[in-house]
């Protein structure tokens, strides 16, 4: 079983940053995309940023220039650095990681990890 374990959520006011981490453990055979997805009270979840085993990331229109998605792959760890916040980013952020079993893959997600952002 993999297990993912999220970090850095917390209030912040308009203008500032976070930087979340979603570390991936336990009987980890290969990682291939990792993202971020968020969910606003009363909306549906949404991608924020994902980036492949490769490098290559892609980001939501409304996070572009502000938000980045970095990996860490020794660490199995995937990283969300959140400049400029503004109080539509407050939701709970979600990582999510897409796994191959050395059978088959499966998708996983972390606990959340809630981020407001005061105006």
């Known amino acids: 079983q993999v297990q ?3 970090s850095g959520g917390g209030l912040v006011q308009a203008g500032g940053s976070l930087r979340l981490s979603c570390a991936a453990s336990g009987n980890i055979f290969s990682i291939d995309a990792m993202g971020w997805y968020r969910q606003a009270p009363g909306k549906q979840r949404e ?3 994902v980036i492949t ?3 290559t990331t892609n980001y ?3 996070v572009k220039g502000r938000f980045t998605i970095s990996r860490d792959n ?3 760890t995937v990283y969300l650095q959140m400049n400029s916040l503004n109080p539509e980013d407050t939701a709970v952020y979600y990582c ?3 796994h191959y079993s050395g059978s088959y893959y499966e998708g ?3 606990q ?3 981020v407001t952002v005061s105006s």
């Open 108 to 110: 996983l997600w972390g």
């Open 47 to 49: 991608l924020v940023a």
């Open 53 to 55: 085993s490769a490098g």
């Open 60 to 62: 939501a229109d409304s």
């Open 112 to 114: 959340g990890t809630q």
């Open 4 to 6: 993912l374990v999220e």
């Open 96 to 98: 999510n990681v897409d």
């Open 74 to 76: 020794a660490k199995n």
